[in-house]
Nanobody
Framework: QVQLVESGGGLVQAGGSLRLSCAAS????????GAWYRQALGKQRELVAT???????LYVDSVKGRFTISRDDAKNTVYLQMNSLKLEDTGVYYC?????????WGQGTQVTVSS
């Protein structure tokens, strides 16, 4: 069973940047649609960005122009470059497929944006 490990989160001031990584233990993102999700405290998990096998990307409106999802098939890794971070970007970020697999949810990585 493939496992996903997220990393790269941290504490950053508003306007700053972070780059999240999601390493898969097997080849999965190059053959299926990968995605990043986030969950803010007290809220439901939401889809943030999707990268299709062909490389096309889609974003939730709130992050368009600020976040970029990418993939390195040789490393079985998906990235999320987050720029111009806002307070409302705070949350735990998870990677998975789209649609997500219940078997692939990992621990996530915490992103905290401070003023």
């Amino acid at each position: 069973q493939v496992q996903l490990v997220e990393s790269g989160g941290g504490l950053v001031q508003a306007g700053g940047s972070l780059r999240l990584s999601c390493a898969a233990s097997g080849r999965i993102f190059g053959v299926k649609t990968g995605a990043w999700y986030r969950q803010a405290l007290g809220k439901q998990r939401e889809l943030v960005a999707t990268i299709h096998v062909g490389g096309g990307a889609l974003y939730v409106d709130s992050v368009k122009g600020r976040f970029t999802i990418s993939r390195d098939d040789a490393k079985n890794t998906v990235y999320l470059q987050m720029n111009s971070l806002k307070l409302e970007d705070t949350g735990v970020y998870y990677c998975n497929l789209n649609p997500p697999s219940e078997l692939l949810w990992g621990q996530g990585t915490q992103v905290t944006v401070s003023s």
